[in-house]
């Protein structure tokens, strides 16, 4: 079965370190791949994403993500957080064709002040 | 905006009781989506739906149904009320991609479901 995993559940760091966080899944084939953010108190909405083309993606708030699709990976970075990027982070993967979208746990990401 | 409205913010029921959570989306998406989500398992698909009336089995379907009579409202239904499905329920929705390609998925605020 496809999955997806992000490889920490949680994040400390202090404002202005970078921040990368990972995400691998299991899928030979093509698909379509997300980061989705939920602000403390907020709904989940989409940080960025990737369908084709150039395998770096920007986002929202000076997020990228890099595709690499050897390693089947899809790295979400920022070169200095802030404190208002603390929430939770999720990688989500939809396999082209399909219907559902699969998600990682998460990973919260504390930024301290 | 796309707007997906969830009907309750928080509820608390009790063990056995029928518990209906509703969702609205004002964009015409074709595609709906009910997720729960639990610390440290990220979210889970419920059901979703790609179409009036049409509805398939997500990851864990059982203890849920879910109905789709119009294409704006996709309501989840708990038929007896567990402890085991306290959590917080996400709708979503999205619309349908050309060729299966993805599209934005749109969420809601979500509804915290308490079961005593």
């Known amino acids: 079965a496809q999955s997806v995993s992000q490889h920490n559940h949680h994040v400390i760091l202090s404002e202005a370190a970078s921040l990368e966080l990972g995400c691998n899944y299991s899928y030979g084939g093509t698909v379509n791949l997300f980061w989705y953010v939920q602000y403390p108190g907020q709904h989940l909405q989409l940080l960025l994403k990737y369908f084709s083309g150039d395998p770096l993606v920007k986002g929202i708030k000076g997020f990228e993500a890099e595709f690499i699709k050897s390693k089947f990976s899809f790295n979400l970075r920022k070169p200095s957080v802030q404190w208002s990027d603390t929430a939770e982070y999720f990688c989500?993967?939809?396999?082209?064709?399909?219907?559902?979208?699969?998600f990682g746990a998460g990973t919260r990401l504390f930024v301290k002040a | 905006d796309v707007k997906v409205t969830q009907s309750s913010r928080y509820l608390v029921k009790r063990t056995g009781e029928k518990v209906f959570l509703e969702c609205v989306q004002d964009?015409?998406?074709?595609?709906m989506f009910w997720y729960r989500q639990d610390p440290g398992l990220g979210l889970r698909l419920i059901y979703f739906s790609y179409d009036v009336k049409m509805k398939e089995k997500g990851d864990i379907p059982e203890g849920y149904s879910v109905s789709r009579e119009k294409k704006e409202r996709f309501s989840l239904i708990l038929e007896s009320a567990s402890t085991n499905q306290t959590s917080m329920y996400l709708c979503?929705?999205?619309?349908?991609?050309?060729?299966?390609?993805?599209?934005?998925?749109?969420f809601g605020e979500g509804s915290w479901l308490t079961v005593v």
């Open positions: 964009m015409d998406h074709e595609n």
């Open positions: 989500a993967v939809k396999i082209t064709g399909g219907f559902k979208t699969i």
């Open positions: 979503a929705s999205t619309k349908r991609g050309l060729r299966g390609q993805g599209h934005t998925i749109y």
